[in-house]
């Protein structure tokens, strides 16, 4: 089964400049979920999306926007792009919540490989 | 508050001995998973094991085990058999149940290199 793909792996913008990244799940997956990963702040919760709706959000200003498709497939943008938005941008899939802790499967989320963002 | 706290930002570890990356978390929700996953420097977070708060059981995969001890509140990931290819980051992350958030909370990580 392939994994969670991510696309593009690496950008680069400029202030100001707005930025579409695109998750396609594991198949057969229906949650989605964006994380931010910077050295100073770690592993941050962006959102996630469950048959097309926003199920939950962190706390990020709303110039991060998602949003998922029919065939769960996802985009997240970040508009007016800031030095600070530069980010290792991860996207996580896992089978949705009906599955919640329970053995066997603790509706893990699988990761995809990223997309960097660098904004000059 | 800080919820996930990993405390050894580095690690050093002979290959084939086995290495214990420590995590300790805090949460008041009765039912929680915990998770650890690998980031080698390609960037990828591969998931390696689960622990459920009321699993009687400490989980095992592979080379990897959990040495889950819920009253102090720790879910330190032991490797046995160190390898070259475990150099990378490890994340310890909590979910909890009933807070109806999903998200995953990461600790800072540890940074484990093997050496041959």
């Known amino acids: 089964k392939a994994g969670v793909t991510q696309t593009p792996r690496y950008l680069i913008k400029t202030r100001g400049q707005q930025v579409t990244l695109s998750c396609s799940p594991i198949?057969?997956?229906?949650?989605v979920s964006w994380y931010q990963q910077t050295p100073g702040q770690g592993l941050q919760f962006l959102f996630e999306?469950?048959?097309?709706?926003?199920?939950n959000k962190g706390n990020f200003p709303g110039r991060f926007s998602g949003r998922q498709f029919s065939n769960s497939r996802s985009e997240m943008n970040v508009s007016t792009l800031e030095l600070g938005d530069s980010a290792l941008y991860l996207c996580?899939?896992?089978?949705?919540?009906?599955?919640?802790?329970?053995?066997?499967?603790?509706?893990?989320?699988?990761f995809g490989p990223g997309t960097r963002l660098t904004v000059l | 508050a800080q919820k996930i706290t990993q405390t050894q930002p580095g690690m050093f570890v002979q290959e084939k001995e086995a290495v214990t990356l420590d995590c300790t978390y805090d949460?008041?929700?009765?039912?929680?998973?915990l998770f650890w996953y690998k980031q080698p420097s390609s960037g990828e977070m591969i998931f390696l094991i689960y622990?459920?708060?009321?699993?009687?059981q400490n989980a095992t995969e592979g080379r990897y085990s959990l040495n889950f001890q819920k009253a102090r509140k720790s879910a330190n990931l032991v490797i046995s058999a160190s390898q070259l290819g475990d150099s990378a980051m490890y994340f310890c992350?909590?979910?909890?149940?009933?807070?109806?958030?999903?998200?995953?909370?990461f600790g800072s990580g540890t940074r484990l290199q093997v050496q041959p």
């Open positions: 622990q459920g708060s009321y699993d009687q």
């Open positions: 996580a899939s896992s089978l949705g919540p009906e599955l919640m802790l329970t053995r066997p499967d603790p509706d893990t989320q699988y």
């Open positions: 999306y469950f048959s097309e709706t926003q199920r």
């Open positions: 949460t008041s929700d009765p039912s929680y998973g």
């Open positions: 992350a909590m979910r909890e149940a009933y807070t109806g958030r999903r998200a995953l909370t």
């Open positions: 198949s057969g997956h229906r949650s």
